[in-house]
């Protein structure tokens, strides 16, 4: 990978293994979200994907990620600066609206647990999609993203 390629190249840029480092293993991308049919609105839930290793913060079968999860999105430079449902610290994001990466980033640190212990990624509160009936999704609403945020 290039020398601090995440400043001195524009998302479209990157090779795909820069494009792949830049994630920042939070695993916010990766909770269950819902849309209000008349507002618009997302609801994310502190449920994880099914196939979200909840320690790691990181998908158990990436490669086949799309035949096992069909509405797993894929991120492309394309369309990173219109995923405003990522959250604010997402390094894609961030890049996307010409900011910098923070300094607990991996790329930044060297350090892969800092987000973790920064309390950004979603280690320490969420549940696996496996143990929650989905009767029972609505009680596990942790935040409302407004459609215009
Ligand atoms: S929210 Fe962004 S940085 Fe975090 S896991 Fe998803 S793509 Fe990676
Ligand atoms: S399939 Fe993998 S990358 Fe997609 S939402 Fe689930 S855990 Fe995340």
């Known amino acids: 990978m290039r020398e601090r390629f995440w400043e001195r190249y524009t998302l479209e840029e990157l090779t795909d293994e820069e494009w792949e480092a830049l994630c920042d ?14 507002s618009g609105d997302l609801a994310v839930l502190n449920v994880a994907c099914e196939l979200l290793d909840i320690h790691g913060c990181r998908c158990s079968d ?23 449902w990522l959250p604010h610290s997402c390094a894609y994001r961030r890049l996307a609206e010409g900011r910098k990466l923070a300094g607990w980033h991996h790329l930044i640190s060297g350090d892969p647990e800092r987000v973790h212990r920064k309390g950004i990624s979603v280690r320490s509160f969420a549940v696996s999609q496996t143990e929650v009936a989905e009767e029972h999704y609505e009680d596990h609403i942790i935040a409302v993203i407004p459609v215009d945020d």
Do not use: I, M, S, W
Request: aromatic share 10%; charged share 30%.
């Open 62 to 84: 990436y490669p086949h990620r799309f035949d096992k999860v069909p509405d797993c999105t894929q991120l492309t430079p394309e369309l990173a600066g219109r995923f405003k």
């Open 25 to 38: 293993g939070c695993g916010q991308c990766c909770l269950l979200k819902f849309e209000d049919e008349d």
